[in-house]
């Protein structure tokens, strides 16, 4: 594999949104114009868009908020117990490869996914740099049956940190997303590890559009949202902060505690919606959820409750 520090410095260099000529870039790392074209063909690879403006060099289309390990403490208040990896395959893959060395709250961010992966097996679009992209360990200490219902709290916990942050009608949708403006704004993909009868492992990942343009249409086939300009830094310490505090709740009162906010931040509550299973496309007006978080649907006047499939806003063609 290619080294990653010259293009991860270069980005470093352009993260201030001004130009920079290739004859400067060339001096700053010992090289060539045509290696520094190399390494500009990377960030590209990455996600990142760049000007080449003739006569000037190349510059961002916009100023790169980087993660910093500092800034995101000095938010905390404490040390946050959070590692900033800049290229990783996957922030959740990272976490359970680690499992048996983590404590309760270990959480990672990074600034870019090479493989990054949704909810099914789906693709996850991560460009560098414009976008959060994190993981949260967690134990469970009563087990995998203990997890039901958590994607639904971490969806009302981080919908709520982004409202407080953003000021913008940030809402839920069964089972793991958040939408804004009837557009999906974040993913939520949880994955559990560990035996029946024993403490279970939860690797809690997060994916949310801050600044996100021109996305893969291979990979992104819906209609999507952005959260716009905020402190990514300021971000992760919030996150970090809410999902601790909720998720000691969780352990202790279960979904049960979390009723009255879902239902405060439903999309579809009282909406027709359909639910896809497989094949399967059921009909019916949202009625929140159970105690169990399964998806409540009246259907000819009865309410009958659904654990599995998704919902989807797609037309039937």
């Known amino acids: 594999m290619r080294s990653q520090q010259n293009p991860l410095k270069l980005i470093e260099i352009l993260a201030d949104g001004k130009s920079h000529s290739g004859e400067e870039l060339a001096a700053v790392?010992?090289?060539?114009?045509?290696?520094?074209?190399?390494?500009?063909?990377v960030l590209r690879e990455w996600g990142i868009t760049l000007n080449s403006i003739q006569g000037k060099g190349y510059c961002l289309t916009s100023p790169l908020d980087l993660f910093n390990k500092a800034k995101i403490d000095h938010y905390?208040?404490?040390?946050?117990?959070?590692?900033?990896?800049?290229?990783?395959?996957?922030?959740n893959q990272y976490l359970l490869d680690r499992i048996d060395t983590l404590q309760s709250g270990h959480s990672c961010v990074a600034e870019f996914q090479s493989k990054a992966r949704g909810r099914r097996g789906r693709k996850w679009f991560a460009p560098f740099g414009s976008n959060l992209y994190f993981s949260?360990?967690?134990?469970?200490?009563?087990?995998?049956?203990?997890?039901?219902?958590?994607?639904?709290?971490?969806?009302?916990?981080?919908?709520?940190?982004?409202?407080?942050?953003?000021?913008?009608?940030?809402?839920?949708k069964w089972p793991n997303d958040l939408y804004l403006n009837d557009q999906k704004l974040a993913g939520i993909l949880i994955e559990l590890a560990g035996k029946t009868g024993d403490y279970a492992h939860a690797v809690i990942g997060i994916g949310v559009n801050l600044n996100m343009t021109n996305p893969d249409t291979d990979i992104v086939n819906q209609a999507w949202a952005n959260l716009g300009q905020v402190d990514r830094n300021l971000l992760v310490a919030k996150v970090i902060k809410a999902l601790k505090v909720n998720l000691i709740k969780f352990e202790q009162q279960g979904l049960t505690a979390f009723m009255t906010d879902w239902n405060r931040l439903d999309n579809f509550i009282n909406r027709p919606v359909k639910l896809l299973i497989g094949e399967n496309i059921i009909r019916g007006i949202a009625?929140?959820?159970?105690?169990?978080?399964?998806?409540?649907?009246e259907q000819n006047g009865t309410i009958n409750a659904y654990i599995g499939g998704e919902i989807s806003l797609r037309s039937d063609e």
């Open 29 to 41: 790392f010992g090289i060539t114009r045509a290696g520094i074209n190399k390494y500009i063909k």
């Open 76 to 91: 905390y208040g404490a040390d946050s117990d959070v590692e900033i990896l800049p290229i990783i395959d996957s922030t």
């Open 136 to 172: 949260m360990y967690w134990r469970l200490e009563q087990g995998i049956a203990a997890a039901m219902g958590l994607s639904l709290v971490v969806g009302i916990v981080i919908a709520d940190t982004l409202r407080e942050l953003s000021g913008q009608n940030i809402k839920v």
């Open 287 to 297: 009625k929140g959820i159970n105690d169990q978080g399964a998806l409540l649907l």
